[in-house]
């Protein structure tokens, strides 16, 4: 494709070659995951998207100390391949496979079903797949990047949140992006009623609902040790190019020898989903270097955090009743003796005032339809 004539002008180059290198000299290393003690042995952990990219390595990271892993992939066969790898470097034989396309509330609910079936306990569950994809429909008449991006993991929360409570203290990490300033929540994008103007706007309006949805997350978990937090990685070389504009993509040609590698763009999610430091925090949005930041205006506006949620609700097909009583409140239910927390140090939270175990009856009606 050609590019514009505005777009030769020596100009350019030079001024992206210099936002390179400002991103290089910018990209020091926070915090040292190997500083970190937290073993995950006994615990259960989700990742989705783990199969490439900042995923791969977020998942590697905690299937390295010692969880169950379960790796959340749309693909069969590149899951397969995550899957390998990932047991072949830590000798985790509890990295499981599971098949989720984020963008089917269909297969959202199913991977639900099956989590809630099988698993004993849901500790971390770390929102990663993303992409920004052109306009389109669904046949669950969905936008696509919006259906993947924000209302999958919007849903897949929500059934899963009897366990995760249960399991408390837990962590919900999101994958948000830095992108989010530049992004609109108006709920009318996620059924396509309107559409986003101006290039990648769905992806960023996308991250700006997750870091919306992070935080009202969080306040409506007060109290139950389940923390909720949004974090960006910074800017990173994977595969998430492959599906943006021209222009993006040949902008990042330019400068991907100065970004983060996958491994140090996977930093600040292994941050707020195992470190010591960050247990208890809720509500929060980190910044690449895991260091605290305010996310943009309208990532903090409460009234549009709940008029999102109540649209996201209706959408997926979930209401109040789908959520078992406490659900929204900051109801203290009283500890269940089924509750067995294994010892060790991931998450002591100091807000952790213990959660009913729903029964498995329960659970599985939260999921279905
Ligand atoms: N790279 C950056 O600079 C950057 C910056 C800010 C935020 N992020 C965010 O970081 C997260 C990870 O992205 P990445 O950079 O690591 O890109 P990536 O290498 O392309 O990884 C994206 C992952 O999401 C998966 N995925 C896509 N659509 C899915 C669906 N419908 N259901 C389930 N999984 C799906 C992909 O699976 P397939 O391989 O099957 O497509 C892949 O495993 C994304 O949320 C992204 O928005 C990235």
Same mark, same amino acid.
């Given at each position: 494709?050609?590019?514009?004539?505005?777009?030769?002008?020596?100009?350019?180059?030079?001024?992206?070659?210099?936002?390179?290198?400002?991103?290089?000299?910018?990209?020091?290393?926070?915090?040292?995951?190997?500083?970190?003690?937290?073993?995950?042995?006994?615990?259960?952990?989700?990742?989705?998207?783990?199969?490439?990219?900042?995923?791969?390595?977020?998942?590697?990271?905690?299937?390295?100390?010692?969880?169950?892993?379960?790796?959340?992939?749309?693909?069969?066969?590149?899951?397969?391949?995550?899957?390998?790898?990932?047991?072949?470097?830590?000798?985790?034989?509890?990295?499981?496979?599971?098949?989720?396309?984020?963008?089917?509330?269909?297969?959202?609910?199913?991977?639900?079903?099956?989590?809630?079936?099988?698993?004993?306990?849901?500790?971390?569950?770390?929102?990663?797949?993303?992409?920004?994809?052109?306009?389109?429909?669904?046949?669950?008449?969905?936008?696509?990047?919006?259906?993947?991006?924000?209302?999958?993991?919007?849903?897949?929360? /929500?059934?899963?949140?009897? +366990?995760?409570?249960? $399991? *408390?203290? !837990? #962590?919900? &990490?999101?994958? @948000?992006?830095?992108?989010?300033?530049?992004?609109?929540?108006?709920?009318?994008?996620?059924?396509?009623?309107?559409?986003?103007?101006?290039?990648?706007?769905?992806?960023?309006?996308?991250?700006?609902?997750?870091?919306?949805?992070?935080?009202?997350?969080?306040?409506?978990?007060?109290?139950?040790?389940?923390?909720?937090?949004?974090?960006?990685?910074?800017?990173?070389?994977?595969?998430?190019?492959?599906?943006?504009?021209?222009?993006?993509?040949?902008?990042?040609?330019?400068?991907?020898?100065?970004?983060?590698?996958?491994?140090?763009?996977?930093?600040?999610?292994?941050?707020?989903?195992?470190?010591?430091?960050?247990?208890?925090?809720?509500?929060?949005?980190? /910044?690449?270097?895991?260091? +605290?930041?305010?996310? $943009? *205006?309208? !990532? #903090?506006? &409460?009234?549009? @955090?709940?008029?999102?949620?109540?649209?996201?609700?209706?959408?997926?097909?979930?209401?109040?009743?789908?959520?078992?009583?406490?659900?929204?409140?900051?109801?203290?239910?009283?500890?269940?003796?089924?509750?067995?927390?294994?010892?060790?140090?991931?998450?002591?939270?100091?807000?952790?005032?213990?959660?009913?175990?729903?029964?498995?009856?329960?659970?599985?009606?939260?999921?279905?339809?």
């Amino acid at each position: 494709m050609e590019l514009p004539s505005a777009c030769r002008h020596p100009g350019w180059f030079l001024l992206t070659l210099l936002l390179g290198l400002l991103l290089w000299v910018r990209r020091r290393r926070g915090w040292d995951p190997r500083q970190c003690p937290t073993d995950l042995s006994g615990r259960t952990v989700i990742v989705t998207g783990a199969n490439s990219g900042i995923g791969k390595c977020v998942a590697l990271e905690l299937a390295r100390r010692n969880a169950r892993t379960i790796l959340a992939c749309r693909s069969r066969e590149r899951g397969r391949a995550a899957l390998e790898e990932i047991r072949a470097a830590t000798g985790n034989a509890a990295v499981v496979l599971r098949e989720l396309d984020t963008g089917s509330m269909a297969s959202v609910r199913s991977f639900a079903r099956d989590v809630l079936r099988e698993e004993r306990r849901l500790d971390v569950l770390v929102h990663n797949a993303g992409v920004s994809l052109p306009f389109t429909i669904t046949p669950e008449g969905l936008e696509q990047t919006f259906a993947i991006n924000y209302l999958g993991p919007f849903l897949l929360t /929500n059934l899963l949140l009897e +366990l995760l409570k249960a $399991s *408390a203290p !837990a #962590r919900i &990490v999101t994958v @948000a992006s830095f992108r989010h300033r530049s992004g609109t929540a108006d709920s009318r994008f996620l059924s396509g009623q309107r559409r986003p103007r101006g290039a990648d706007t769905a992806y960023s309006s996308s991250k700006l609902m997750g870091v919306l949805f992070s935080t009202e997350l969080a306040r409506r978990l007060r109290g139950t040790g389940v923390t909720s937090n949004a974090v960006s990685p910074g800017m990173v070389s994977t595969n998430i190019m492959r599906h943006f504009s021209w222009a993006v993509r040949a902008l990042f040609a330019l400068i991907r020898p100065f970004l983060k590698s996958a491994a140090q763009g996977a930093l600040s999610t292994i941050y707020c989903a195992v470190s010591e430091e960050a247990a208890g925090i809720t509500g929060k949005y980190f /910044n690449s270097d895991c260091v +605290l930041e305010l996310p $943009s *205006a309208a !990532a #903090r506006d &409460v009234s549009l @955090a709940q008029e999102l949620w109540d649209e996201s609700e209706r959408l997926t097909g979930l209401s109040p009743s789908h959520h078992s009583p406490g659900f929204g409140t900051a109801a203290h239910p009283a500890p269940s003796p089924k509750n067995e927390q294994p010892q060790g140090s991931l998450c002591q939270n100091s807000h952790h005032d213990g959660a009913t175990v729903g029964g498995t009856t329960a659970l599985l009606k939260a999921v279905l339809p």
